[in-house]
């Protein structure tokens, strides 16, 4: 090995260490499924499934379009979208390369850390803290859940906007600034936790090098744009999930789970042991539930005040960095206390970026020992270097869980039944050809559930797959008093066109649903199938141009042409 060979691994070798220690931690989570919600956001989303598409991701949801050209749901998040595009147009449905772009993310918000960290903490220790970071058990669901992408997306942007923001000031880079602030709130809405960090720095330690006014104007500016796209042309609004504790509790409840929250979060920190997704629960009053978690997360926070006092005596220096990690965790953890009220009550990944300052903290207290005795400091390195093993022993064994949906549920329902995680259970039993299994959950979850439309959907299609037909035909039959958006309409005429040959029976239920849901392209469809079988070419080409423009995609189009060029469907 050359002088220059030596001089390259010296001067990268932190930087090789976490690109090594990453891809190995990460590795087994390459070969994982689409899982969740990445059938819905990835495989079945026409919209990511072409370039030209690209415009109208800044104009919806993030889920496939039920009619029109822009994306359906709550979630705004068009460059998370964006992104899915490129990868999609690149490998198509194969999971390999998404999964390869997210640990890659990952690994690379790992160095950004370390950059943010060693101008506020010791070298070494910020080395440390960002490893602990890039193989920490409680980042396996950002990093391995395709769908979860939006988390280090919006942290990566973030961070560059940060370390931009750190280097100087000028109207060059307060532009920058803006358009990566921007970034990272299209990537995810808790991009709104950078503003608050870039206003923190500039108070804490960048007053003398930029203008307070440049300051607002470069995180105002963005936010002012990011309402502007979501609320009034994309007009994505945050609505409630009935079935979500969190959104149909009442404030009191959300007050009531609180403590439980921050515990939560401070116990899986430092003790990541139980891992599971679909976390619905709520605390809905006084009690061992409510008290506990508030003794507790008190004792901590007391822990931290007393901490910060000893900084501030010990290093005045110091404490500005203490005062600023503080602020990173606070607003990390407190955007997720449910005041706006979210889809789980605690999720994984949404301690993504709160970690950063969780661990920032850590750092700045470290920092601040003066005269470390060597034996204690060895002590120190060889106790981290354990806790770096054991953590990324246990990400690997999380990643084993995330390889495909029957895996994850089978796991996780261990931890928490709920009705969520147990239809996620049996829709993976059918996949897997375990019918009866899958039977007895959808029972017992129609039973607790009985208005719920996709339950009937989902236990038909589970009779279907037996070739239990006129099973599936009753279930559907008593889904149809309960439909609410058309779907029990449509996979019933379905099933009677494909299974069964019934087109007059199959083109009387789509009628029957089109009066209720006259929007619904999918029952436009289906009607246009069932009258070109029955001959009547004429009505069906009218009903394939109506549901090719409630619902563009490369099936409504081929149903259109094929009637036009008289194919045998």
Not at 393 to 410: D, K
Not at 531 to 541: E, I, Q, R, V
Request: positive net charge.
């Amino acid at each position: 090995m050359n002088l220059e060979e030596n001089t390259f691994l010296e001067k990268y070798k932190k930087y090789l260490l976490f690109i090594g220690i990453g891809f190995l931690v990460y590795f087994n989570s390459l070969f994982g499924a689409f899982i969740w919600d990445d059938i819905a956001q990835i495989q079945q989303n026409s919209l990511i499934h072409s370039l030209a598409n690209v415009p109208s991701l800044f104009l919806g949801g993030t889920y496939a379009p039920q009619s029109g050209i822009t994306g359906t749901g709550t979630y705004y998040r068009p460059l998370m979208s964006f992104i899915f595009s490129i990868i999609y147009a690149i490998t198509g449905a194969q999971p390999f390369l998404f999964h390869l772009t997210q640990i890659a993310i990952h690994i690379t918000n790992t160095i950004l850390i370390f950059f943010v960290f060693k101008k506020i903490i010791k070298d070494q220790i910020a080395f440390i803290l960002a490893m602990i970071f890039l193989i920490h058990p409680l980042n396996v669901e950002a990093v391995s859940y395709i769908s979860a992408l939006g988390e280090p997306l919006f942290v990566f942007f973030g961070l560059t906007a940060l370390l931009l923001f750190q280097r100087k000031a000028g109207i060059k880079q307060a532009i920058f600034v803006g358009i990566l602030l921007l970034c990272s709130l299209f990537a995810k809405e808790t991009g709104i936790v950078f503003l608050i960090l870039i206003v923190s720095y500039y108070f804490l330690f960048a007053r003398k090098r930029w203008n307070f006014l440049a300051v607002i104007a470069l995180t105002i500016i963005p936010f002012i744009g990011y309402l502007f796209l979501r609320f009034i042309l994309a007009n994505v609004h945050i609505e409630k999930i009935p079935d979500v504790p969190m959104m149909t509790a009442p404030l009191a409840d959300r007050v009531f789970t609180m403590p439980a929250i921050v515990w939560f979060y401070i116990e899986t920190f430092f003790f990541p042991k139980d891992l599971f997704i679909l976390q619905l629960w709520s605390i809905p009053g006084l009690g061992e539930q409510f008290y506990i978690p508030l003794i507790l997360a008190i004792l901590v926070l007391t822990g931290i005040f007393l901490l910060g006092i000893w900084v501030l005596k010990t290093n005045k220096r110091n404490f500005s960095g203490f005062i600023f990690f503080m602020v990173w965790v606070s607003v990390g953890i407190g955007v997720h206390m449910q005041i706006i009220p979210l889809d789980f009550t605690v999720a994984d990944r949404y301690f993504y970026f709160a970690m950063i300052g969780a661990l920032g903290l850590i750092g700045v207290c470290v920092s601040t020992i003066k005269r470390i005795p060597l034996p204690i400091r060895y002590a120190g390195i060889a106790f981290a270097i354990i806790i770096i093993i054991i953590f990324s022993f246990r990400t690997m064994i999380r990643n084993t869980n995330w390889v495909n949906g029957l895996a994850l549920y089978s796991n996780d329902i261990q931890y928490q039944t709920n009705d969520r995680i147990q239809n996620a259970l049996a829709i993976e039993l059918v996949t897997a050809g375990r019918y009866r299994k899958a039977e007895q959950h959808f029972a017992a979850l129609l039973t607790r559930n009985p208005r719920e439309t996709a339950l009937y959907v989902n236990l038909a299609g589970n009779y279907e797959m037996e070739r239990n037909f006129p099973r599936a035909e009753e279930v559907y039959k008593k889904g149809l008093l309960v439909d609410d958006n058309g779907v029990v309409y449509y996979n019933l005429a379905r099933m009677l066109i494909q299974q069964k040959g019934e087109f007059i029976q199959a083109q009387k239920i789509s009628e029957e649903g089109l009066k209720k849901f006259p929007e619904n392209g999918s029952l436009w469809f289906i009607q246009a199938v069932a009258d070109y079988k029955l001959g009547n070419k004429k009505s069906a080409l009218i009903e394939a141009q109506k549901a090719k423009e409630l619902l563009p995609n490369q099936t409504t189009e081929n149903l259109y042409n094929n009637i036009v060029n008289n194919v045998s469907l």
